[in-house]
């Protein structure tokens, strides 16, 4: 395998060099569980949100992604992150 210079690699089949696959760099790293960045400054917020409804984590998640349109944007991004982080 080599790079071809363009972002791309070259893999060797059959003695001759061909073109295949783009591969993000990245995806082997992502393969192995990447992992989560979440800034300081947000950590917490989506739980203190599910404490003051009397809920926990996965079902105000659950409760926000059903009813969307009470819930700001940022919110409902919130609990979509909460639910596939704990898939």
């Avoid at 995806?27 to 003051?52: P, V």
Wanted: proline share 1%.
């Amino acid at each position: 395998m080599q790079d071809d210079g363009q972002g791309g690699m070259m893999f060797k089949h059959g003695g001759q060099m061909n073109k295949r696959h783009k591969i993000n760099p990245m995806s082997n790293y992502y393969a192995q569980g990447g992992g989560i960045h979440i800034k300081k400054e947000n950590r917490g917020k989506f739980t203190a949100s599910a404490n003051r409804a009397g809920m926990g984590v996965q079902a105000f998640a659950r409760h926000v992604l059903t009813n969307k349109d009470d819930y700001s944007s940022t919110q409902v991004k919130r609990a979509n992150f909460a639910r596939n982080a704990a898939s």
